[in-house]
């Protein structure tokens, strides 16, 4: 369903218009997991348009799983809910699954 | 407990001091059929209090709905993914459900 | 898992950084009971941090409680949802868990 949504705001906003962030937390991790993913093929698809998804490490690492475990698009930061106020304080929308 | 919210909130803080807007997305598009409907009576009543219900087109299209199927009062728009994304930028609150 | 994700906001931004209310609604100001309440000990941790913890009034009248039933640490506001919007219009960010 998230990524569904973030396809049509790609293609309702355009592209240029909008850049997409998604910040999988606690068990949200495991969405990004290499494998099993179905969601592999959408993931890679919205990642070839832009999007940019981040995993929390302190999740990663209450459920025993590192950066290696996530597909190679992932990137890691620190703290999902720091992220997620930061990013909010710079003017970014939020929009919560 | 939304429509029970909203008219705590607009109690609360006054119909001259607030501006409410019901963003329908996924599953939750249902809840604004015509029928069955058994929340008809409080949409109607936050209605005409001047708070506005949209839902997503998408959607409505996912789950093999139409406008024709919504409460009279409902609005459509064309991503409600996009419809919060712009809203956010615009200054309006975010409250998720 | 809300409780835990304070606790690494504030590790990771730093005391002095970040100021935490947590905002209790609907369901949500059962966590906040005086018992039983296995979380009691992570609360007292956080409010010591100087995290506030508000629950909102109508919820507690709907469930049959009051101001009474609530740890010490917690502040009642008349509605929650007017509490969260306020605060956003005045630049707070969200995290809804």
């Known amino acids: 369903m ?4 973030i396809q049509n705001l790609l293609d309702d906003l355009g592209l240029d218009e909008v850049e997409v962030v998604v910040l999988a937390n606690g068990e949200g991790v495991k969405a990004l997991l290499q494998k099993p993913n ?5 993931i890679q698809r919205l990642a070839d348009q832009g999007v940019k998804f981040l995993a929390c490490q302190n999740s990663l690492r ?8 996530l597909l190679e698009s992932v990137e890691i930061v620190p703290a999902g809910v720091s992220e997620l106020v930061k990013r909010q304080t710079e003017g970014w929308a939020y929009v919560r699954p």
Chains 1, 2, 3 share one sequence.
């Open 2 to 5: 998230v990524f569904h949504n």
């Open 62 to 69: 209450f459920l025993g799983l590192d950066d290696g475990d």
């Open 38 to 42: 179905v969601h592999q093929r959408q």
